[in-house]
T-cell receptor, first 112, second 114 residues
Framework: DGGITQSPKYLFRKEGQNVTLSCEQN?????MYWYRQDPGQGLRLIYY???????QKGDIAEGYSVSREKKESFPLTVTSAQKNPTAFYLC???????????FGPGTRLTVL | AQSVTQLGSHVSVSEGALVLLRCNYS??????LFWYVQYPNQGLQLLLK??????LVKGINGFEAEFKKSETSFHLTKPSAHMSDAAEYFC????????????FGSGTRLQVQP
């Protein structure tokens, strides 16, 4: 079955540590996205990539980094520079020029 | 620039009653509009979308929404609520060119009372 997988489902991090969240899709979609969800704030765009080896900052990119070396994969690194990283992170993908986006099941990150 | 406003962070209805979740948008270009549903600790599932054409859009699970350009609204309705409809609902807007990333509202949590 085609879809988007995110791992791990739950992640705990100590302050000052970098952590990488995985996002993989087998939908053959060119575009991939990372969103952050906080209670009562909806989802906010962190980074997006419309093609391999290219990505753009979203609305809240500070403290995050991404790479897009393969079409299927778009990992997100939460760096120690992110002041408030505890949140639910959702990855999404879409075909070129298409909406809507299809979402993965999410990773809940907690900073201890 | 685009934005979405969802009126009411919590809505409670009785089972069998009408569900109405409100969404107003702001967009400088013709918008694409969406409703998503999220169950606890899960990703988002698309309920329905409006891109062009018919302004009354039917989605999954008996939901529908009507695009009203004059009111900049895209309210979600369902004639008869079911217990399984209890979830959080997000309205979102996207442009039809360029950056296709979605801009979301803050969400409405729907409770269904027996």
């Amino acid at each position: 079955d085609g879809g988007i997988t995110q791992s791990p489902k739950y992640l705990f991090r100590k302050e000052g540590q970098n952590v990488t969240l995985s996002c993989e899709q087998n939908l053959n979609h060119d575009a991939m996205y990372w969103y952050r969800q906080d209670p009562g704030q909806g989802l906010r765009l962190i980074y997006y990539s419309q093609i391999v080896n290219d990505f753009q900052k979203g609305d809240i990119a500070e403290g995050y980094s991404v790479s897009r070396e393969k079409k299927e994969s778009f990992p997100l690194t939460v760096t120690s520079a992110q002041k408030n990283p505890t949140a639910f992170y959702l990855c999404a993908s879409s075909a070129p020029g298409q909406v809507p986006q299809y979402f993965g099941p999410g990773t809940r990150l907690t900073v201890l | 620039a685009q934005s979405v406003t969802q009126l009411g962070s919590h809505v409670s209805v009785s089972e069998g009653a009408l569900v109405l979740l409100r969404c107003n948008y702001s967009s400088s270009v013709p918008p694409y509009l969406f409703w998503y549903v999220q169950y606890p600790n899960q990703g988002l599932q698309l309920l329905l979308k409006y891109t062009t054409g018919a302004t009354l859009v039917k989605g999954i699970n008996g939901f529908e929404a009507e695009f009203k350009k004059s009111e900049t609204s895209f309210h979600l309705t369902k004639p008869s609520a079911h217990m399984s409809d209890a979830a959080e609902y997000f309205c979102a807007v996207s442009g039809n060119t360029g950056r296709r990333a979605l801009t979301f509202g803050s969400g409405t949590r729907l409770q269904v009372q027996p």
